[in-house]
């Protein structure tokens, strides 16, 4: 099982900030808005096929944990009372959509990817999930979701960078980004992996405090989430930042018809949120 400490250097989050709002932008700000609120530690998000926005909640313990739908302006619970461990340190931790167009999310409390409640297949300890794969912290790995919810190692990667998050590139190959344990004096810089299948993994852009998220958008650009700045980096490396504005202990990002959206206050009971940002 893995320690408290284990659990947050997976999602890169700070524990100072737990029970605490959100910084959230002042009203009027047309660039960022809030399009969900009152969320219990919420993580990775998706997009599914009519546009509704998915959200993991990690929850607060016990039976609490979640995977909000967020549609028209209105939010609500489409799976409740999913494991939660440590006061919401460990619970859903992503969601994505599955081959039937249907949400499926990873969870650190059980270990394993699920839809609903209903485990699809184990793992030591998944922490985010894109298409056909799965990160797995402990083993350092990215992982194949085979038939029967069969796992095949893709590729594994170096100590001390722990794999947080993953997403599809433009060109086929597997983004892998990274982070590190919170204890360690001096971390080195994070990493975001490139991975071709049958082949070992290369660094393709480094220099980051820790990856919370990625995703590709507009222009063949990757956008990468880290502890409360979103930066996006083209395909030649040059990057740029997009907004430091009210990502507070971010827990996972999205991107749809030119917006970004990040869940924020990913250690907070009932006041997290998820934000809309104007690229």
Not at 27 to 39: D, F, H, Q, W
Not at 201 to 205: E, K, L, M
Not at 218 to 242: A, I, K
């Given at each position: 099982m893995l320690t408290i400490r284990s659990y947050l250097a997976v999602f890169g989050l700070l524990i100072a900030g737990h029970g605490t709002d959100p910084v959230l932008p002042l009203?009027?700000?047309?660039?960022?808005?809030?399009?969900?609120?009152?969320?219990?530690n919420p993580r990775g998000l998706a997009f599914g096929s009519r546009g509704e926005l998915y959200v993991a909640e990690a929850g607060r313990g016990g039976p609490s944990g979640a995977i909000t739908m967020i549609e028209f302006g209105h939010q609500w619970r489409v799976a409740s009372g999913l494991p939660s461990a440590e006061d919401g340190v460990a619970g859903p931790s992503d969601v994505t959509i599955d081959a039937d167009g249907e949400p499926v999310h990873t969870s650190t409390a059980e270990p394993g990817l699920y839809r609903g409640a209903n485990r699809l297949t184990t793992s030591p300890a998944p922490v985010a999930a894109a298409d056909s794969v799965i990160v797995d912290a402990r083993e350092r790995a990215l992982?194949?979701?085979?038939?029967?919810?069969?796992?095949?190692?893709v590729a594994t990667f170096p100590a001390p960078g722990v794999p947080s998050s993953v997403t599809a590139g433009p060109d086929g190959a597997w983004f892998v980004g990274e982070t590190f344990d919170p204890s360690l004096v001096r971390p080195p810089a994070a990493r975001i992996w490139r991975v071709e299948p049958g082949r070992a993994?290369?660094?393709?852009?480094t220099g980051f405090t820790g990856v919370v998220d990625l995703a590709w958008g507009?222009?063949?650009?990757?956008?990468?989430?880290?502890?409360?700045?979103?930066?996006?980096?083209?395909?030649?490396?040059?990057?740029?930042?997009?907004t430091r504005t009210g990502l507070n202990s971010p827990g996972g990002l999205a991107l749809r018809g030119g917006h970004a959206y990040v869940s924020t206050c990913s250690t907070c009971r009932d006041t997290g949120a998820v934000l809309k940002i104007r690229l």
């Open positions: 009203p009027g700000r047309t660039s960022v808005e809030i399009v969900a609120r009152g969320l219990d992982l194949r979701i085979g038939p029967r919810g069969r796992l095949r190692t993994p290369r660094v393709w852009a507009p222009g063949n650009r990757l956008y990468v989430l880290e502890r409360g700045t979103l930066t996006s980096v083209d395909v030649q490396g040059t990057r740029r930042v997009v």
